[in-house]
């Protein structure tokens, strides 16, 4: 919005002023048009979209088993906080968890009513939890249930963020994301070996061999839980936002006090703030990759299948809009407050006067009408 426009709605005449808001109004909703909208919110409990599109990958292993493959096992991703403590987390868990990177990893956990080898679970500082083997989102819930104490969660989510994928295991394939289905098979050695848990850790649910992949695909899946929640949270800021435009083109006034603004501006600095400026970003290959090119194309490949990159853009695009439109409002905002200031002074200036004429006036007249007295006598000696 020009500033032109914006002195017109302060100081123009009354009528105009709200023909002119009337327009802006119409302008931002005319702009925020353009961009898509909060979206119906997803099933929570169902396989990421995109993966879905790449379900007939998966078609040949699913079709045709094999003597050595597994069976078809989930891998069940739960983002429950803004953030888990570590350190707080530590003592819940049992004895044999181990922290690495920046993670927990439980080589096993089992419940009274599960069957087979049970499951492991990594749970990740971003605030996601990620279960291999469990035989149900009950089971998951259930360990979040007895690990999550007081202080470990930071910024709880009241609607928990799911996501689901399968898995087999097979030591004649090699380790890779063929559609919809994560194969556990040979990968090659690491440039690093002692990166890894050492010893590693008797009874685990799931092959020692295949550690570090469950890892790479891991984080892949915890980042990609985490971006969901904070993409329900933009689009329940975008929806307490969308009838500013409209409220502005039918009213002339934004519908919103200064206060509340300036929140609804905040919002949005900590929406991008979660999205670009935390120790590690949405965006970028965590750090341990940069030394493992072959764990970096796991983590990539199914990044790249979750779409992470292009969701970080389109969030980015709607934070940037609906900022533009909080900032153009806040400055409408600004300006009539400077005028509203202007007439306080004015009015503060024209009380003086008054009382200046009210104390000095008498003084003022009689100088006045005694110069004129005088001159009048100065023209009749004349």
Not at 229 to 241: K, R
């Amino acid at each position: 919005m020009s500033a032109s426009l914006i002195r017109a709605f302060v100081f123009g005449r009354p009528s105009s002023s709200r023909v002119l808001c009337r327009s802006a109004g119409l302008r931002l909703a005319s702009t925020l048009a353009e961009v898509p909208g909060p979206s119906p919110k997803q099933s929570k409990t169902t396989t990421n979209t995109t993966l879905r599109k790449k379900a007939a990958a998966s078609l040949p292993i699913r079709s045709h088993p094999s003597p050595t493959r597994s069976s078809i096992r989930s891998v069940l991703t739960l983002t429950t906080a803004e953030r888990l403590v570590l350190p707080a987390l530590a003592r819940s868990l049992p004895p044999t968890a181990v922290i690495f990177e920046d993670a927990y990893w439980v080589p096993k956990w089992r419940t009274a009513t599960q069957e087979g080898d049970g499951a492991e679970v990594f749970l990740f500082d971003n605030g996601s939890i990620v279960g291999w083997g469990m035989d149900s989102w009950d089971e998951l819930e259930r360990f979040v249930g007895e690990v999550m104490r007081p202080g470990v969660e930071v910024g709880r989510l009241v609607e928990w963020e799911r996501e689901e994928l399968e898995f087999v295991t097979d030591p004649h394939e090699s380790t890779r994301l063929q559609g919809d289905l994560i194969i556990l098979g040979t990968q090659p050695a690491l440039d690093d070996p002692d990166a890894l848990p050492h010893p590693p850790p008797s009874g685990a649910a799931l092959p020692a061999s295949t550690f570090a992949a469950r890892y790479a695909f891991s984080q892949a899946l915890a980042r990609s839980t985490a971006l969901s929640a904070l993409e329900s949270s933009l689009e329940t800021y975008l929806s307490s936002v969308a009838t500013l435009p409209q409220t502005l083109a039918l009213t002339g006034k934004p519908g919103l006090s200064r206060r509340q603004l300036i929140v609804k501006i905040g919002e949005l600095l900590k929406f991008r703030q979660s999205l670009n400026l935390k120790r590690e970003t949405f965006g970028d290959t965590p750090d341990f990759y940069w030394t493992e090119p072959v764990l970096e194309e796991y983590f990539k490949a199914l990044s790249n299948a979750l779409e992470m990159r292009q969701r970080i853009a389109a969030l980015n695009s709607k934070i940037t809009y609906a900022s533009e439109t909080q900032t153009t409002l806040r400055e409408m905002l600004a300006e009539s407050s400077g005028h509203r200031m202007e007439l306080v002074i004015i009015a503060l200036i024209s009380v003086e006067v008054v009382f200046v004429l009210i104390h000095n006036g008498p003084d003022l007249w009689n100088m006045i009408i005694g110069k004129e007295v005088e001159v009048d006598n100065d023209k009749k000696r004349h």
